[in-house]
């Protein structure tokens, strides 16, 4: 990131753009409303500040990537699909405009993503957003767990402001993703990790464990060789303390209702007790298994946008896109993922912390492409990994004189 002075309407546009991401991706807004926190409508706050960068990106002289914008086709043939095909009616949410509505937001937010990052204040969004979402996430995952609010929506477990510990996870790996690829300081990474790994344990999520343990693994490797001795100290310290953290939680957890629920009891000797019989899970093989029979049953266009969040649930992107816009979601979506991962191969590398939880989730998760943080996140890839841009400029046309009577 240049050292370079940041005018007024620079840091009206950085501040804008990181309350906008970090809100909207963490939950925060939503939830701090309904708990009768926060005054304004989520709904009015986003489309409020969208509004306002879309005013100030144009101060900004953005030089868009063509690689990043074509992220945005996924989330846009899902509105349309929704919105005008309406081949699906959703109704797990009370009403379908809830549906298209939520698809709407996530586009938007999507957009302002690709073109914030288009400006020279580009990554310190990105990086900020990484960090404030990180501290968000973990903080509201801690104060739930000391009982002091209730966001989840399943019992037993604490998710934070997201309602869902899967989600939880998701974020907090892709923004540890973007900080690691954006921040050059080791021992800032290391902190990130430290306040990440606590709401990870948290979640109890097996397949957010997975991909957590490989992020940290590849930080590891990838920066023993010039930091070597200030691993093997943060492992000297961090091994003891962390175990006796996990002795704590565990023995928290099962004293209190975790104990007793026999899903949560499963996971916690599956993640902590080395249980590896216990690491996969019966319901969720069921469910990719009728998932995918019901792609056999229209291979060509899908179900339509919804299908795969209300009445399948595959837990896996490559089935649920599938399922929600035909073949051409996975034909897209594999598309926009070996490009990116083609690209950081022949760059050597570069944003690999990206490309790893973008490929590990997807065969975890089935709503990611619903995520705003998720593009948030390729974009910030797409922009570090292509070299190709191009900007809009309004000219004035020139004065031509005129012809005598």
Same mark, same amino acid.
């Given at each position: 990131?240049?050292?370079?002075?940041?005018? %007024? !309407?620079?840091?009206?546009?950085?501040? =804008?753009?990181?309350?906008?991401?970090?809100?909207?991706?963490?939950?925060?807004?939503?939830?701090?409303?309904?708990?009768?926190? %926060?005054?304004?409508?989520?709904?009015?706050?986003?489309?409020?500040?969208?509004?306002?960068?879309?005013?100030?990106?144009?101060?900004?002289?953005?030089?868009?990537?063509?690689?990043? /914008?074509?992220?945005?086709?996924?989330?846009?043939?899902?509105?349309?699909?929704?919105?005008?095909?309406?081949? %699906?009616?959703?109704? =797990? @949410?009370?009403?379908?405009?809830?549906?298209?509505?939520?698809?709407?937001?996530?586009? @938007?937010?999507?957009?302002?993503?690709?073109?914030?990052? =288009?400006?020279?204040?580009?990554?310190?969004?990105?990086?900020?957003?990484?960090?404030?979402?990180? &501290?968000?996430?973990?903080?509201?995952?801690?104060?739930?767990?000391?009982?002091?609010?209730?966001?989840?929506?399943?019992?037993?477990?604490?998710?934070?402001? /997201?309602?869902?510990?899967?989600? =939880?996870?998701?974020?907090?790996?892709?923004?540890?993703?973007?900080?690691?690829?954006?921040?050059?300081?080791?021992?800032?990474?290391?902190?990130?990790?430290?306040?990440?790994?606590?709401?990870?344990? @948290? !979640? @109890?999520?097996?397949?957010?464990?997975?991909?957590?343990?490989?992020?940290?693994?590849?930080?590891?490797?990838?920066?023993?060789?010039?930091?070597?001795?200030?691993?093997?100290?943060?492992?000297?310290?961090?091994?003891?303390?962390?175990?006796?953290?996990?002795?704590?939680?565990?023995?928290?957890? !099962?004293?209190?209702?975790?104990?007793?629920?026999?899903?949560?009891?499963?996971?916690?000797?599956?993640?902590?007790?080395?249980?590896?019989?216990?690491?996969?899970?019966?319901?969720?093989?069921?469910?990719?298994?009728?998932?995918?029979?019901?792609?056999?049953?229209?291979?060509? %266009?899908?179900?339509? !946008?919804?299908?795969?969040?209300?009445?399948?649930?595959?837990?896996?992107?490559?089935?649920?896109?599938?399922?929600?816009?035909?073949?051409?979601?996975?034909?897209?979506?594999?598309?926009?993922?070996?490009?990116?991962?083609?690209?950081?191969?022949?760059?050597?590398?570069?944003?690999?912390?990206?490309?790893?939880?973008?490929?590990?989730?997807?065969?975890?998760?089935?709503?990611?492409?619903?995520?705003?943080?998720?593009? &948030?996140?390729?974009?910030?890839?797409?922009?570090?990994?292509?070299?190709?841009?191009?900007?809009?400029?309004?000219?004035?046309?020139?004065? /031509?004189?005129?012809?005598?009577?």
């Amino acid at each position: 990131m240049s050292a370079q002075r940041i005018t %007024f !309407t620079g840091w009206m546009l950085i501040g =804008a753009a990181v309350l906008l991401f970090s809100g909207q991706m963490s939950a925060m807004f939503s939830s701090l409303y309904e708990q009768g926190v %926060f005054p304004i409508k989520p709904r009015d706050l986003t489309l409020g500040l969208v509004g306002l960068l879309g005013m100030l990106l144009w101060m900004h002289r953005p030089a868009f990537s063509p690689l990043a /914008l074509s992220l945005l086709i996924i989330p846009t043939l899902r509105v349309i699909d929704c919105s005008v095909l309406k081949r %699906f009616t959703h109704e =797990a @949410l009370g009403d379908h405009s809830y549906l298209v509505f939520g698809l709407t937001l996530v586009l @938007l937010v999507s957009l302002m993503a690709v073109l914030c990052m =288009a400006t020279e204040h580009g990554k310190r969004i990105a990086l900020w957003t990484a960090v404030a979402v990180i &501290f968000i996430d973990t903080g509201s995952l801690i104060y739930e767990s000391m009982g002091y609010a209730k966001y989840t929506s399943i019992p037993g477990r604490v998710s934070g402001f /997201l309602r869902q510990p899967n989600d =939880a996870i998701i974020v907090m790996c892709l923004m540890l993703g973007v900080a690691f690829t954006l921040n050059r300081r080791f021992w800032g990474n290391v902190m990130l990790i430290a306040v990440a790994a606590i709401g990870v344990v @948290l !979640t @109890l999520s097996r397949s957010g464990m997975l991909v957590f343990a490989a992020l940290v693994a590849v930080f590891v490797l990838l920066n023993f060789r010039e930091h070597a001795g200030k691993i093997l100290l943060v492992s000297a310290i961090s091994i003891p303390l962390a175990a006796a953290g996990l002795a704590w939680f565990i023995h928290t957890a !099962t004293a209190a209702s975790f104990g007793t629920d026999a899903n949560i009891k499963n996971r916690i000797e599956a993640i902590f007790g080395g249980s590896t019989d216990k690491m996969a899970s019966d319901e969720r093989m069921k469910d990719l298994h009728d998932g995918w029979e019901a792609v056999t049953d229209s291979p060509l %266009f899908g179900h339509g !946008t919804g299908c795969a969040s209300s009445m399948w649930q595959p837990h896996n992107q490559w089935v649920a896109i599938w399922l929600d816009i035909g073949v051409i979601g996975p034909v897209l979506y594999g598309i926009t993922l070996i490009t990116l991962t083609a690209l950081s191969l022949a760059k050597k590398g570069q944003a690999i912390y990206i490309i790893v939880p973008l490929w590990m989730f997807s065969l975890f998760s089935q709503n990611l492409v619903e995520m705003a943080v998720y593009w &948030f996140t390729a974009s910030v890839a797409a922009y570090e990994l292509s070299t190709v841009r191009f900007r809009l400029a309004l000219s004035r046309s020139a004065n /031509l004189t005129p012809v005598p009577a």
